[in-house]
């Protein structure tokens, strides 16, 4: 058994350094799945106004509101990452971009 913890180790070992990124394409690829949705959503509320209203509802949605999402939600994220013992960190990882592979699958069936 202690060649499992030892083979968990090294692959903490290596995707730790990189948490960060991780977060940041976790946090991305939620975005790319439910960012039309959004879209979507915010089209029907600003659909009744003016043509530079709408188009300064989406810029705002897109640059601020995407944006401050990523940044933020990446960082509450990986404060959350830290946290993970270091023999689970990788099943962590590999499981996350399982399930977000899942809801990605699964959330465009719908569409």
């Known amino acids: 058994?202690?060649?499992i913890t030892d083979l968990l180790l090294q692959a903490n070992s290596w995707l730790k350094?990189?948490?960060m990124q991780l977060s940041v394409a976790f946090v991305a690829t939620l975005l790319v799945i439910y960012g039309d949705a959004i879209n979507k959503t915010v089209r029907v509320f600003v659909k009744p106004y003016p043509f530079l209203v709408r188009i300064s509802a989406f810029v705002v949605l897109c640059t601020l509101g995407y944006?401050?999402?990523t940044v933020w939600g990446s960082g509450q994220l990986h404060q959350l990452m830290r946290q993970i013992p270091a023999t689970l960190f990788a099943p962590v990882v590999l499981v996350a971009f399982v399930i977000l592979g899942?809801?990605?699958e699964r959330f465009h069936k719908k569409s």
Do not use: F
């Open 67 to 69: 944006g401050a999402l």
């Open 17 to 19: 350094p990189y948490s």
């Open 1 to 3: 058994m202690d060649w």
């Open 102 to 104: 899942v809801l990605a």
